[in-house]
């Protein structure tokens, strides 16, 4: 087994949060000065590690050099990966995609950034990437792909569990909700002849908060993440309301019934009244479902690390992994996140779970890389 | 009793809409070059019916003239004021507040106009009224005020009736309520453990749906005017919320038992959890009583114009009439809104109500002020 070591994967994860470094956190966007500073730093560490220049994360550049150090594992390779913008400030997975061949060249000039409207060809030319080739994949020079994260919830931190090995990345169902009513003033309009969007749109926010525990599954989630009035002033009733609303689960059935139960809510909005709801689907993206090789062997290796802390469990957020998972086998291992707290300064996990999460990566990847060989 | 002149009220009144037309309507912001067009147009209108330079709107300029035109009249003088921002760009009931006393030089040192932000000082100045000195009530000079509106509702409308005198002018009763909850990921977070500020707000929001109906008078309204869910992103659990909630209601009795009833609401949400909810008081504005002895007169004026098809009632919404109440006697006349709709290009009135109103509202002015004498 390649071993890891603990104190140069930690080093490493410090150094690399001092580019961008923010209160307790870390903010590098996508492209600029810090998050290029971050990449050409990793870029001269795999160097140092004797690896191909390709930029790299640090778990995958701590198996790299582990399996590089290792006399017993000459014979099995890793290529590392770190993917630009998976949290999608040009386009969702943008960089996973790309390597993938599920971008184009007309997708590039198209995409801006979702915060600033920056484009990503201006992003790319003052990151020093203007006109550099694609890094493309080849799927016949790879058993497939492994990625490793926090887990971003607290299943294994609030169980007392070490390692997670992920089943599948949910699929998501995100939805636009419409209420059209009358805009009328809010003292001289009887509330008998009222068409309050507002209302309306109240009424079927809390018919789906009380509905949706009874057809969800025991892992699935929903959440209403923006509700808009208009004209929304205290004195005007609203005239029209908006609501985006999605729900999450890893199996395709249950995201149907779940569809299904909110399209029984907004007929019955509509048969009742007064004002109409118009239910729009935003997005439709299928879950993934990880190799059950894979799984096997990374549940294997979390065995013998963490005997018995270990617990196989779906990815309920999006992952680089589902992208490649559309066209190699994919695989994913989780470590806690303390307290379940993601995308937030607070955002952290324990060093030795960290340390403990690569070295069983490490055994997973060997096992997979040996069964295949 | 002062005949008005309905073919020349009508014919002031389409040329006055000429000022701002847009679509079906009028857009006039205060102090915009065609807000000050149509009131010196209406200052050259007073002048030409041998009154004073002071603005006046239209229904006031007609009882002027048709005061002016009775000879039996000679003894009642009528002053004819045109409010300035009475829906409240740069101050609520800007005119009537400053002409009653109730606006300090420091005020309008400060007021901003709520939608771009001009400076109150630089608007006037714009206007070209920059250092003209402020006309000021002086109590000892009047009787009472008297104002004629449309009523925006459709109380009248819905009953066929022609005329409201009107009792009071409801009280509003503003509030911000806060929920805090814990900003999440909307994928990772497993339902049991979330603080969604957005569930706790639409729970808050359908509780007062259910309740309000209970506590609440026949003319009682209650709206949430505005929702905002922080961040407001599809993907992330709301870690806060915001809602803007008012109701209004003619009598204080009634106000305060509908308090009592939304600070309940509140406690029960703090005491089942797990976000936390804030009531904030914005204002507590009171209800004005129109004085008994106007709406007796405008009363028995509209029993001869319109026999039986008057109705005491409340005005749900604001008017500068209950400035005036603060400091002098007070009243005022209704005549319909087709359809109750208001504050949109489709508010209209029939030319015949708009007549018969003007009619009986010069006749109970006569009566008020012959009382009097």
Not at 86 to 105: A, D, P, V
Not at 279 to 304: C, G, K, V, W, Y
Not at 359 to 373: M, P, T, Y
Request: aromatic share 6%.
């Amino acid at each position: 087994m390649p071993t890891i070591q603990g104190t140069r994967l930690m080093a490493d994860l410090r150094r690399l949060a001092e580019f961008g470094r923010y209160k307790t956190g870390v903010h590098r966007p996508t492209y600029s000065k810090v998050d290029m500073e971050a990449r050409h730093w990793l870029a001269h560490r795999m160097t140092e590690a004797g690896l191909d220049g390709a930029m790299g994360v640090l778990y995958g550049l701590e198996l790299a050099r582990a399996f590089a150090e290792d006399f017993a594992c000459t014979d099995l390779a890793i290529d590392v990966g770190a993917w630009a913008d998976e949290e999608g400030y040009y386009g969702s997975l943008l960089g996973s995609r790309s390597f993938c061949g599920e971008i184009t060249e007309a997708d590039i000039d198209a995409a801006e950034n979702k915060v600033d409207g920056k484009k990503l060809r201006e992003a790319l030319s003052e990151a020093g990437l203007a006109g550099r080739p694609r890094a493309r994949l080849d799927p016949k020079r790879y058993v497939g792909y492994l990625e490793a994260h926090v887990e971003q919830g607290d299943t294994l931190d609030s169980s007392g569990l070490r390692l997670g090995i992920v089943t599948g990345i949910v699929g998501i169902n995100l939805y636009r909700l419409t209420f059209h009513g009358q805009q009328n003033h809010a003292g001289t309009t009887r509330m008998a002849v009222r068409k309050d969007a507002g209302v309306a749109l109240v009424r079927l926010a809390a018919a789906i908060d009380r509905r949706f525990p009874e057809v969800a599954g025991p892992r699935s989630v929903w959440t209403t993440g923006r509700i808009t009035l208009d004209p929304g002033a205290p004195s005007v009733i609203p005239g029209a309301a908006e609501m985006l609303f999605q729900f999450r689960d890893v199996e395709p059935e249950r995201l149907a019934v779940m569809e299904r139960a909110l399209e029984t809510l907004v007929a019955e909005a509509n048969a009742q009244g007064p004002c109409r709801c118009e239910l729009e689907t935003i997005s439709h993206n299928p879950p993934h479902a990880m190799s059950p090789i894979f799984q096997d062997a990374l549940e294997s290796a979390a065995e013998r690390h963490a005997p018995k802390l270990h617990l196989r469990l779906p990815s309920a957020a999006g992952h680089d992994a589902q992208v490649f998972a559309r066209h190699i086998p994919a695989g994913m291992l989780f470590v806690p996140s303390i307290g379940g707290i993601s995308h937030h300064f607070a955002e952290d996990t324990k060093e030795e779970d960290i340390v403990l999460g690569c070295q069983a990566f490490a055994d997973g990847a060997e096992r997979i890389l040996r069964r295949a060989a």
